[in-house]
């Protein structure tokens, strides 16, 4: 079946600082990815569509400047938070694929901004 | 618009005890999909199902079963003889044309069963 990876996994990072993530599509080409945050307890949230070759879709109130995305191949989307801030801190997951084929998500990434 | 609701927070059952977690979707749109994730403890999610809006038969997989109703735009997901290891936090989600496929999640319905 499709595998998507997402590193890392956790990550914990000072207040300002920049850090990127990873979400990559294994076995499959992902023309689209899609990326969500959760806060604790609460629902995953779209922020983004990442298109590759092109420039990201965002999602109402998500900060494009603070939320870099690129999708430079088929196979990789990067979400960069840069200057990042304790209420930053959540868990980001990736998902690709089709809808009539279903999405794969990746396991996620904790973020901790200290 | 799009939109998914789980009218039910937290659901506390005792094991062996059935369950159903219900799901309410809106969409305009006559092609689209429907599906159920498990998210356990420790945060990856676990794809359950995935139904088309053209499928309206039910389906069983084990102790699970999906009962989608067009008729009240209804997606319920029941789990027979209920076990600890279900314990976890379950989203409906719905992925239509015109939100060009985004995945739109409900607020997850979370779910414990007792020993």
């Known amino acids: 079946g499709a595998v998507v990876s997402q590193h890392p996994s956790r990550v914990i990072c000072k207040s300002g600082t920049s850090v990127k993530i990873e979400c990559r599509s294994l076995d499959f080409q992902a023309t689209t990815m899609f990326w969500y945050r959760q806060f604790p307890k609460q629902s995953l949230m779209l922020m983004a569509t990442?298109?590759?070759?092109?420039?990201?879709?965002?999602e109402q109130g998500v900060e494009k400047d603070k939320f870099l995305i690129n999708h430079a191949s088929l196979t990789l989307s990067t979400l960069t938070v840069t200057s990042a801030h304790p209420e930053d801190s959540s868990f980001y997951i990736c998902?690709?694929?089709?809808?009539?084929?279903?999405?794969?998500f990746g396991s996620g990434t904790r973020l901790t901004v200290v | 618009a799009q939109k998914v609701t789980q009218a039910q927070t937290e659901i506390s059952v005792v094991e062996k005890e059935d369950v159903t977690l219900d799901c309410v979707y809106e969409t305009r749109d006559t092609t689209y999909y429907l599906f159920w994730y498990k998210q356990p403890p420790s945060g990856e999610l676990v794809f359950l199902i995935r139904?088309?809006?053209?499928?309206?038969q039910n389906e069983i997989s084990g102790r699970y079963s999906w009962n989608f109703q067009k008729s009240t735009s209804s997606f319920n997901f029941t789990i027979t003889a209920s076990q600890v290891v279900d314990s976890a936090v379950y989203f409906c989600a719905l992925s239509a044309n015109t939100g060009g496929f985004k995945t739109i999640f409900g607020a997850g319905t979370r779910l414990f069963v007792k020993a």
């Open positions: 990442s298109n590759e070759g092109s420039k990201a879709t965002y």
């Open positions: 139904r088309n809006s053209f499928d309206e």
């Open positions: 998902s690709a694929g089709q809808p009539s084929y279903g999405y794969t």
